[in-house]
């Protein structure tokens, strides 16, 4: 069975053909970075006239790339949120429109749950439960999954304020490091000293919810204070606060819950520093470790279509007068 997802909603057009929600047989990521770079973030009117332009050339490359027909599709699969409304339209209006003329069904996917399975479509056998460290431009959150298919996740903690995402884009626009702000930061930090500057841990040693406006303003402060140092002194020592914070729950989380296995996803899930301290703390813990591709940690469309599969069989097609919600949220329960 055959699934074409498209994922528009922030600032990547992307399209994939995903075969029984775990073969990926194409994955099309156009990127939009180049056109929002000069404001420092994305701007919505543009992506959503940007995903206008671009959803047909990446569908058609996603199909060709798959070498796969329409006739031969089981479904046709779209983010329906959360995310930037206008862009979550333009996809999923696209979605509906090829699914009503090749008359079959259409799924709208949770964006978060995507990257929730996103793991899974690199190693189908990892073990459960496992704690799973959601962290994104919008959302930062610890999630526990008994089993792989798509359900209601166990919620462990989550931000109270920025998301790790927003902190990393906030502090580069701050430093002059231009969007997008988590690899700018990175790459900065690999020149500076993640000892030099002693920022803050927000909500160190309360549960597993998180707060990062604090250290953002921090960052500011010093800089301001300091207006001679060493700015990659400043980005390492900001991306030590953040991963620190990230980590030392994250470990704290998986021991509760007795996880088998630890894993990311999300976009700053493509952080190198951070990607090294889960490694070497599950290690540490006698835990497995699954860091998914980077490119299967930021946002793309073959984890929607696996996601979508699931959903079909077990909660069937989404009509098509369903609307998109910016606000989309996982289907959570809390631990507690
Ligand atoms: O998952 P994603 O691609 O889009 C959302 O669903 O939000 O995540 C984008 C976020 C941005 O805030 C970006 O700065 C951050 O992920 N990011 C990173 C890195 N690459 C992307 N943060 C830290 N280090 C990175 N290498
Ligand atoms: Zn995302």
């Known amino acids: 069975m055959k699934v074409l997802a498209i994922e528009t909603s922030c600032d990547e ?28 973030g994305v701007v919505p009117e543009i992506a959503s006239r940007a995903h ?38 333009v996809g999923v209006s696209a979605a509906k429109a090829y699914a009503w003329a090749w008359g079959v069904p259409f799924v709208g996917v949770n964006h978060m749950e995507g990257h929730l ?5 690199e190693d189908p056998a990892l073990s459960s439960p496992m704690v799973v460290l959601l962290v994104s431009g919008g959302h930062t959150m610890l999630i526990c999954m008994q089993d ?6 166990l919620l462990l903690g989550q931000t ?28 900065l930090a690999r020149n500076g000293s993640p000892d030099a500057i002693a920022f803050p841990r927000g909500l160190a040693g309360h549960g597993f919810d998180f707060s990062f406006s604090g250290l953002k303003t921090s960052v500011v402060r010093y800089v301001r204070a300091n207006p001679g140092v060493d700015l990659a002194d400043v980005a390492a020592s900001f991306q030590e606060a953040v991963v620190d914070v990230l980590v030392t729950k994250t470990r704290k989380a998986a021991a509760e819950v007795g996880a088998k296995a630890v ?24 835990r497995a470790a699954f ?4 490119a299967m ?29 910016p606000n989309l949220k996982l289907p959570l329960v809390r631990l507690r």
């Not at 057009?13 to 420092?40: M, N, Y």
């Not at 860091?291 to 980077?294: D, F, K, T, V």
């Open 263 to 286: 894993c990311t996803g999300g976009g700053v899930a493509a952080n190198t520093a951070l990607r090294e301290r889960i490694r070497h703390a599950c290690q540490q813990d006698g």
């Open 52 to 89: 206008l332009e671009l959803f047909a050339p990446v569908v058609a490359q996603a199909l060709s790339r798959a070498a796969t027909a329409p006739a031969e599709l089981s479904a046709v699969a779209a983010t329906i949120g959360p995310g930037l409304i206008g862009s979550l339209l």
């Open 160 to 187: 109270i304020d920025d998301a790790a995402g927003e902190a990393f884009d906030k502090v580069a626009r701050f430093l002059g490091l231009g969007y997008p702000g988590g690899p700018a930061i990175e790459k």
């Open 297 to 325: 940690c930021t946002d793309n469309a073959a984890m929607i279509g696996a996601t979508a599969w699931y959903r079909l069989q077990r909660d069937g097609p989404t009509p098509l007068d369903a609307p998109v919600d």
């Open 117 to 121: 399975q996103a793991a899974f479509l």
């Open 148 to 153: 792989a298919s798509p359900g209601e996740y």
């Open 13 to 40: 057009t992307a399209a994939a053909v995903v075969e029984d929600g775990r073969r990926v047989l194409s994955s099309v990521v156009s990127s939009q970075t180049d056109i929002h770079a000069d404001f420092g």
């Open 291 to 294: 860091l998914p591709s980077r």
